[in-house]
């Protein structure tokens, strides 16, 4: 069970506007930065936003991340074919003193 | 450019311990915290701890206290996480993966980046 909560999967069509949720508490989410990372098949997760908004570089602009109170999503415009990923949300938890992670979000292509 | 790479995979026994490198390479090792993270065939990431190699202080998740140690090198600019009492359920991938500058941020977050490659302990009798 993760301390923040992800739907298990999503799916869109190319060209399609995708969200994603993750809804925490006042312990992670509400008081600290989300960040968003993306993990494609075999491969290490890739930061993809930060700081609750913030893209690194490289990163498309199709990708953007914003918060409200306990929960965050991430959004993904121009849906690609290469975009089909496992997508997690972590923040920092006051209470536990630690990391927490969202379960992932699997998201399909159509 | 900043490098993190990790030790090569491993197959434990239940009950043995294993211990996981991590060298980091292009930027100052003790200016940034390092993390550890898990991920177990087919399942989420698990945060498990956190070394700032400056000083060598640790934090551990709850789930892993007594169990885990992390240590650093800072003559060789790596960072080793050590399992012991592993059981089936460590079978995993064991990630490392850098903070945001110590000096800037000054506390830990969830600034992940780089990872490491990843190294696969197998755990199995």
């Known amino acids: 069970q993760s301390v923040l909560t992800q739907p298990p999967s999503a799916s869109g069509t190319p060209g399609q506007r995708v969200t994603i949720s993750c809804s925490g508490s006042?312990?992670?989410?509400?008081?600290?930065?989300v960040y968003w990372y993306q993990q494609l098949p075999g491969t290490a997760p890739k930061l993809l936003i930060y700081?609750?908004?913030q893209r690194p570089s490289g990163v498309p602009d199709r990708f953007s991340g914003s918060k409200s109170g306990t929960s965050a999503s991430l959004a993904i415009s121009g849906l690609r074919s290469e975009d089909e990923a496992d997508y997690y949300c972590a923040a920092w938890d006051d209470s536990l003193s630690g990391g927490v992670f969202g379960g992932g979000t699997k998201l399909t292509v159509l | 450019q900043v490098q993190l790479v990790q030790s090569g995979a491993e197959v434990k026994k239940p009950g043995a311990s294993v211990k996981v490198s991590c060298k980091a390479s292009?930027?100052?090792?003790?200016?940034?915290?390092m993390h550890w993270v898990r991920q177990a065939p087919g399942q989420g990431l698990e945060w498990m701890g956190i070394?700032?190699?400056?000083?060598?202080?640790?934090s551990y998740a709850q789930k892993f206290q007594g169990r885990v140690t992390m240590t650093r090198d800072t003559s060789t600019s790596t960072v080793y996480m050590e399992l012991s009492s592993l059981r089936s359920e460590d079978t995993a991938v064991y990630y490392c993966?850098?903070?945001?500058?110590?000096?800037?941020?000054?506390?830990?977050?969830?600034?992940?980046?780089?990872w490491g490659q990843g190294t696969l302990v197998t755990v199995s009798s």
């Open positions: 070394i700032n190699p400056s000083g060598g202080s640790t």
């Open positions: 993966a850098r903070d945001y500058p110590i000096a800037v941020a000054g506390r830990p977050s969830c600034w992940f980046d780089p």
């Open positions: 700081r609750n908004n």
């Open positions: 292009g930027y100052t090792f003790t200016s940034y915290y």
């Open positions: 006042s312990s992670n989410i509400g008081s600290n930065y």
